[in-house]
């Protein structure tokens, strides 16, 4: 399945003022290119304008470019590893790649919502902490809170953070 994009664009030659009384054009035309209002320096009469509509279709089987995010996701560690070797933005993506959605007004907290419950992880100092939401799906009477040593291996940790409360 391929996906297409459409844009129209301007592409107004403006011809200099000696250029425009003579009838041969410029070896070298000067072009401008605009998605939205044009101001230009010159006045361009409507002769002179082209309305030109450029396609471009991407297959979603063709390789993307790598992403910042791809690039930390490579480079972590066996999954066997205890968290303490990993540097923070191998946790950050991979908390991304479960996930996770990182809060804008604590970067060491971090939100995810699963059809059976909702939780809100923190990183510590020393310790990782999940706290399942009473407020999220599920029959929990009170939040539930769980902690987690950074020795722990990142299997481990993401086993027991995705089994739920």
């Known amino acids: 399945m391929s996906v297409f994009s459409v844009s129209k664009l301007i592409i107004t030659y403006v011809l200099s ?16 290119l605009s998605q939205k209002s044009l101001s230009f ?10 309305i030109v509509t450029f396609v471009s279709s991407k297959s979603s089987e063709a390789e993307q470019l790598p992403t910042a995010e791809d690039e930390w996701l490579n480079r972590l560690p066996d999954k066997n590893k205890p968290l303490y070797s990993h540097s923070l933005p191998c946790i950050e993506a991979w908390f991304r790649s479960l996930g996770f959605c990182q809060s804008r007004e604590d970067h060491a907290v971090w939100l995810i919502e699963k059809p059976d419950w909702h939780a809100q992880l923190s990183l510590d100092v020393t310790d990782l902490y999940i706290r399942y939401l009473k407020s999220g799906p599920g029959n929990l009477e009170r939040d ?15 086993n027991a953070i995705l089994g739920g409360p």
């Open 17 to 32: 003022s000696t250029t425009q009384a003579s009838a041969t054009p410029p070896k070298f035309p000067r072009f401008f």
């Open 41 to 50: 320096p010159h006045s361009v009469s409507h002769s002179q304008r082209k």
């Open 144 to 158: 539930v809170e769980r902690r987690f040593n950074y020795a722990l291996s990142r299997e481990d940790i993401e």
